[in-house]
């Protein structure tokens, strides 16, 4: 069973800037670089939307219309590690948010960015809140 962990939610004022970090573990077949990872959000009364995903090996990114030009994700896979750089946030960023995790054999049959985001993921973290104030 793959667990993630994410951290670096908190409290920041509209235009500042967060870092969210997700680790990775409890490989046992298969190894860190042979997930696809995501993040998504869910604020209060919404369901849980897609944000980005990233490639198993890391050169393929997508991103929500929304947060495009503001948010970076990447991942590290010596550190079995996603990021999401977060930035110019605002309120409506506010969210608990959810990294998970993507086998690369459904990856690889996701042809568009929008069956990329919203595929049914494989692996969930149990999320961090990120709360934007204005």
């Known amino acids: 069973e793959v667990h993630l962990v994410e951290s670096g939610g908190g409290l920041v004022q509209a235009g500042g800037s967060l870092r969210l970090s997700c680790v990775a573990s409890?490989?046992?077949?298969?190894?860190?670089?042979?997930?696809?990872m995501g993040w998504f959000r869910q604020a209060p009364g919404k369901e849980r939307e897609p944000v980005s995903c990233?490639?198993?090996?890391?050169?393929?990114?997508h991103y929500t219309e929304s947060v495009k030009g503001r948010f970076t994700i990447s991942r590290d896979n010596a550190k079995n590690t996603v990021y999401l750089q977060m930035t110019a946030l605002k309120p409506e960023d506010t969210a608990v948010y959810y990294c998970?995790?993507?086998?690369?054999?459904?990856?690889?049959?996701?042809?568009?960015?929008?069956?990329?985001?919203?595929?049914?993921?494989?692996?969930w973290g149990q999320g961090t809140q990120v709360t934007v104030s204005s």
């Open positions: 998970a995790a993507l086998i690369r054999s459904r990856w690889d049959v996701a042809y568009s960015e929008t069956e990329r985001l919203w595929v049914e993921y494989d692996w």
């Open positions: 990233i490639s198993y090996m890391g050169p393929i990114t």
């Open positions: 409890g490989f046992t077949k298969f190894t860190f670089n042979d997930y696809a």
